[in-house]
């Protein structure tokens, strides 16, 4: 994809975000390229998957025994898995989500951390698709329970704005990226109300102050309508946008302290390993002031991967192409629940040194109708 | 209702990298009630576990040799006579004269019931049959197994106890053919093994009572050998529970390095392995009584990345098949090296107490072979063991046969004109350990 061929709304150079129709880029001056008229774009997307009810739950412990996420032998009733010994996972220490055949997403513990304060949470139908990660922030206690209402209380007003939705996001490409902003917002501030929610009752069950060591996490979604991509995200967590043919992308743009020393110069590589990195400059929670998710769109001009993760997958492949040709590797069967799984997987193998969340909508458009 | 319980004593945290798992899982049984007992307490005739009555055997073999003439002879007699004494009636038994053949002495090798039910007359019966022993011939204890064996398969019993005594060496058959009855009659019942005198060999009658589960012990004076069996008796009336086995579960891709009990006595059970599944091994421990056993179990495993759990190890014990409890050895890999450096004080104890009986033993056959210099090392690094480990009854007798220089180095001179029967005793209790003092 090139700035020729689609409407970009981010800087392929820098990353700013530019308003839909900008001819170059506010922040660095990068030529965007003409902008065609709505008319013009794809506007009917086939998704190559049979359509799908939304599922907006994540599996439950199947009747009978679990099975362990090392070799998939059954858990004991001692806990530990009865032919490898791994230890049995807890559904909030691993769970998996597959609302359709092109939406997965697999959120795990990882290996160091005693708990996973990742969330995930994902819905989607033939041609809609939302994908929810918040990543807990472990220095506050009990953010495992804040992230995963942020992320289920976003999801669902997204779903709310989606075609089957009450509130539903419509008209052309343009329209719908301003009416997808409005609703990853409204998600975001949700999502920052059930944190404040969570919080609160938390406190109250404790006897202590929602004002002590507030529970907080991240936040980030994005949306699948039809041929439009939109993310919105507050903190580190990412979306990338990974076409098969062309550079990929990380839509998103973390609010964190690596971030800001990127922005003023500093190399990536650099910024990210230093001991600070992982300062997030915005989040979700009861202290936090702002809960605007900022918001970036795309229109992808052909298949591709679109991976909403937390950093404990991208801090082992941050760069955007290095993240693309993971996702390729393991992507080979073109289905997401098992790409997904074979990240997490991975970042395992790397050492699982934070929660480890990865959800993957595969997006197969055909441009050739028009409306 | 005999109930067991596991403890397991470790520690968990392993450095990176690292792939050996050390453990003592403490095995304890409670309300193991009496063997053959009826009724003794309320429910134990219900409970599938315990011993019933009429499925107790108990076998007194007694050395008939040449040898054992006069003082001997007497006190096996006597001593014999008691062991009968302390038989609770209904219990089967039998009395076998061993020399280089064995003979059965009651049942009258006449009769026609090869074990009968302990009751008053059959005690006035056999310990008349016993007053009429008297010694002649060699040794070859193969032959007193093989009938103890043959006796023994005659009875429906599920537990089979077998005291064995002897004052001499087995010298009128090849050690190959004890060795070879040991092998057959393995698994088939428990023998305890005693030696009066100074003129047996400790390493003979250990082969036997180490494969037959039970224990080998030195009677110094023919006197004492009445309360022994008295005492070898009642013990083996208080196994309320027949058949215990050890079970080890160990994770895919590992292996077991070794299954020892450590305590009260160390008994290596590595190589009595027998499969129960793919992943579980299974090792004999004869009948229980009220009691407490300690095991250590080492296992290699796959090293994980630093923060990751895993099993090492389930050490469960099973009755009839069943398992009555379970404990959980595991691995925890950690950078932190204030955790993982950290030595459980219950592992240090046995390995140490391990390494002691190797080196008593190692040490008094290099001083038997007439190499001094080994015997000097071996020895005082059993001194210094059993001063680390608190072992006092090791440290006497010890220093009965070596001047200690050094306790805390080890540093030991070997005794001159030492006694056989002080070296019989260090040797056949080097096995017996003491427990880690509990804080």
Redesign the interface.
């Known amino acids: 994809m090139t700035a020729d061929d689609s409407v970009l709304v981010r800087c392929p150079s820098c990353g700013e975000s530019a308003a839909p129709r900008a001819r170059f880029c506010e922040n660095c001056g990068t030529a965007l390229g003409p902008v065609a008229d709505d008319p013009s774009l794809p506007s009917e997307v086939t998704l190559d998957v049979a359509p799908t009810v939304l599922d907006l739950d994540p599996p439950t412990g199947e009747a009978g025994r679990r099975r362990c996420a090392a ?1 998939g032998g059954l858990i004991a009733d ?1 806990g ?2 009865a ?5 049995g996972q807890s559904e909030r220490d691993h769970f998996e989500e597959r609302p359709a055949a092109w939406v997965a997403g697999v959120c795990d513990r ?4 005693a708990r996973n304060e990742d969330a995930m949470a994902l819905a989607a139908s033939s041609t809609f698709a939302a994908l929810v990660v918040c990543d807990g922030v472990s220095s506050a206690p009990d953010s495992d329970v804040a992230s995963l209402a942020a992320s289920r209380a976003a999801r669902d007003v997204l779903v709310a704005y989606g075609p089957e939705g009450s509130s539903s996001v419509a008209g052309a490409t343009s329209r719908r990226i301003a009416g997808w902003t409005d609703a990853m917002v409204a998600a975001s501030r949700a999502a920052g109300q059930a944190v404040r929610g969570a919080a609160e009752q938390l406190a109250a069950t404790k006897g202590t102050n929602v004002a002590d060591d507030p529970p907080s996490c991240t936040f980030v979604a994005a949306v699948v309508d039809r041929d439009l991509i939109v993310a919105g995200w507050l903190g580190d967590s990412r979306v990338y946008w990974l076409p098969d043919a062309g550079p990929a992308e990380q839509l998103s743009v973390d609010d964190s302290w690596a971030q800001e020393m990127i922005a003023a110069g500093v190399p990536r590589a650099q910024a990210e390993t230093s001991p600070q990195a992982h300062a997030i400059t915005r989040w979700l929670g009861p202290d936090a002031a702002d809960t605007d998710a900022r918001c970036a769109a795309t229109v992808p001009s052909g298949p591709g991967w679109l991976l909403v993760c937390s950093d404990g997958l991208w801090n082992y492949c941050s760069d955007a192409h290095e993240m693309g040709e993971l996702v390729r590797r393991f992507a080979g069967c073109g289905e997401p629940h098992a790409a997904a799984a074979a990240l997490v997987r991975w970042a ?2 790397q ?3 934070d929660n480890i969340t990865a959800a993957l909508a595969r997006i197969a458009p055909t441009v050739t109708e028009q409306r | 209702m005999a109930e067991f319980s596991a403890e397991v004593f470790q520690n968990e945290f392993l450095s990176d990298g690292g792939t050996d798992v050390h453990a003592i899982v403490s095995v304890t049984c409670a309300g193991a009630g009496a063997a053959g007992a009826v009724g003794v307490t309320a429910g134990a005739s219900a409970t599938t576990d315990a011993v019933g009555a009429g499925q107790v055997a108990e076998i007194v073999a007694v050395d008939t040799s040449g040898s054992m003439q006069g003082r001997n002879m007497e006190a096996a007699k006597h001593a014999a006579a008691v062991a009968v004494d302390q038989i609770p009636d209904g219990t089967l038994f039998a009395i076998i004269g061993g020399s280089h053949v064995a003979t059965r002495i009651f049942p009258y090798p006449n009769a026609r019931v090869p074990m009968v039910a302990m009751e008053p007359g059959a005690r006035n019966e056999a310990k008349r049959a016993i007053s009429t022993m008297s010694a002649s011939g060699g040794t070859a204890i193969s032959t007193w197994l093989r009938l103890a064996d043959d006796l023994f398969a005659t009875v429906p019993a599920a537990q089979k106890h077998l005291i064995l005594l002897t004052d001499g060496k087995n010298e009128s058959e090849p050690s190959m053919h004890l060795d070879r009855m040991i092998a057959d009659v393995t698994g088939h019942f428990q023998c305890d093994a005693r030696g009066v005198g100074d003129r047996w060999v400790v390493e003979e009658l250990r082969k036997i009572s180490t494969a037959l589960l039970g224990t080998v012990d030195l009677i110094a004076r023919p006197e004492d050998i009445a309360e022994d069996f008295a005492a070898l008796v009642r013990k083996s009336m208080a196994r309320g529970v027949a058949s215990v086995d050890l079970r080890v579960w ?5 292996q077991v390095l070794f299954v020892k009990q450590v305590a009260p006595e160390v008994d290596d059970l590595t190589g009595r392995r027998t499969e129960v599944n793919p ?1 579980t091994s299974g090792y004999p421990t004869g009948a229980w009584a009220d009691e407490t056993r300690d095991y250590h179990v080492a296992v290699r ?1 796959a090293a994980k ?8 190890a ?1 050490v469960q014990v099973a009755v009839g098949g069943e398992v009555q409890a ?1 404990g ?1 050895v595991k691995a925890k890999w950690s950078d932190d090296s204030t955790l993982t450096a950290r030595i459980s004080p219950e592992v240090a104890h046995y390995t140490g107490q391990a390494e002691l009986a190797s080196a008593i033993q190692e040490g008094l056959a290099a001083k038997a072979a007439g190499d001094e210099a080994t015997a000097t090392v071996k020895l005082g690094r059993a001194v210094q063991l059993a001063a680390e480990t608190g072992n006092d009854e090791a440290t006497s007798r010890l220093r009965k046969i070596v001047d200690v220089e050094n306790e805390e180095e080890g540093t030991v001179r070997l005794k001159r004109n030492t006694a056989k029967l002080d070296e019989m005793a260090l040797d056949t209790a080097s096995t017996k350990t003491t427990r880690v003092r509990r804080a």
């Open positions: 070799c001692d530990y898995c032919d490898c010994g791994t230890p990882g290996i160091r951390h395992n193998a050492g699982g040194r | 160990a994770p895919q891709g590992s992943l495993v990345p630093v923060g990751s759990e895993q099993l090492a389930r379970s959980l």
